[in-house]
């Protein structure tokens, strides 16, 4: 959870900060995740979504034969067929979405999406996993959907579950949250960003400025 007295430290590149943003980038919802006990029933358009989708991004980070200008355009249009990147932006404002000014907004947008994929393009290296294998998904109601995945190959010697919420139906989905380690993430990078600007007196542009000086690197490790 966010520390009070140092808030920007969850934001720049702390391990666990930096797992949030990268995950929290393919998914956000403004709902909180009801209880699983709703449905049981499976939906396979939505499995066959994100294993087509999120296995391309996947796929797109783990290419050693791309160039990193050629790796950075493809995963960036990946990641627009794979996640509902406007709700995402939103979403991690929490309460600040309903006061962002129009020019705050327009500055925020850009950069928290640069900062998202640097962090993600650096943290695969963590995983460099190779495969996606859809293993099931839950309707939580209808067009609502939890698809869970395991990740495997590359250098991960056990395979890492990863589930998926998606949002729409029939041809359009888009994940709307990523649970990781137990952790639905994009509601922890949410907590992240809104106890910034609270430690801040409101101040927006105080993240914006750290994300500015967070995510104009090179994708690299940080």
Do not use: C
Not at 6 to 18: E, Q
Not at 115 to 143: C, F, M, W
Not at 178 to 202: E, H, M, P, R, Y
């Amino acid at each position: 959870m966010t520390s009070p007295g140092n808030p920007m430290k969850n934001i720049l590149p702390t391990r666990r900060g930096a797992n949030a943003a990268l995950l929290a980038f393919f998914g956000a919802s403004a709902l909180a995740v009801a209880s699983p006990a709703l449905a049981q029933a499976r939906d396979p358009g939505a499995e066959a979504f994100v294993q087509t989708k999120a296995q391309r991004v996947i796929t797109v980070l783990a290419n050693k034969s791309m160039s990193d200008a050629q790796k950075t355009q493809v995963f960036h249009q990946a990641v627009d067929e794979l996640a509902d990147v406007p709700r995402i932006t939103n979403f991690v404002l929490g309460k600040y979405a309903r006061t962002i000014t129009p020019d705050q907004r327009a500055r925020f947008t850009p950069v928290f999406r640069t900062y998202a994929e640097n962090v993600y393009q650096s943290r695969i290296d963590d995983y460099r996993g190779e495969q996606l294998k859809v293993t099931g998904s839950v309707v939580r109601k209808p067009g609502d959907v939890i698809v869970n995945t395991t990740i495997s190959g590359g250098q991960i010697t056990t395979p890492l579950p990863v589930s998926w919420r998606v949002l729409g139906g029939g041809q359009t989905w888009k994940v709307v949250d990523v649970q990781f380690k137990g952790i639905w993430l994009a509601i922890t990078q949410q907590q992240d960003f809104v106890s910034t600007i609270d430690n801040a007196g409101g101040n927006i542009d105080v993240l914006i400025n750290q994300l500015q000086k967070g995510g104009s690197g090179s994708p690299g490790r940080r």
